[in-house]
């Protein structure tokens, strides 16, 4: 089993930052790939951005890219999301995630069945 939590969320403005925090542990050595979701209310969860947990290469979805940065530490079991210059529509609960399959086609990392653990959720709340 793999277990995850997540910190670092809150409130903060429109334009603002905020560095997401998730913690492994458990059996981390079975991780191949970590991601990171969020559900706004009243819609489906959505992929953000995952992470290789050995290589480092990195998946975003297109409307993210430029603004959010995923990264890992594995030394610490950890992976972050860094969002800038955050909107109000980026208000929702972000969840991460975390693989145990391998796959090769970077589809499968946008797809929440595809990941075996997550995390409670942190909300992410960005006022106008």
């Known amino acids: 089993q793999v277990q995850l939590v997540e910190s670092g969320g809150g409130l903060v403005q429109a334009g603002g930052s905020l560095r997401l925090s998730c913690a492994a542990s458990g059996r981390t050595f079975i991780i191949s790939t970590m991601g990171w979701f969020r559900q706004a209310p009243g819609k489906e969860r959505e992929f953000v951005a995952a992470?290789?947990?050995?290589?480092?290469?990195?998946y975003y979805t297109d409307s993210m890219k430029g603004r959010f940065t995923i990264s890992r530490d594995n030394a610490e079991n950890t992976e972050y999301l860094q969002m800038n210059s955050l909107k109000p529509e980026d208000t929702a609960t972000y969840y991460c995630a975390a693989q145990t399959a391998y796959y090769t086609n970077g589809y499968y990392y946008t797809v929440p069945a595809k990941y075996a653990y997550w995390g409670q959720g942190t909300q992410v709340t960005v006022s106008s």
């Open positions: 992470i290789n947990w050995s290589s480092g290469s990195t």
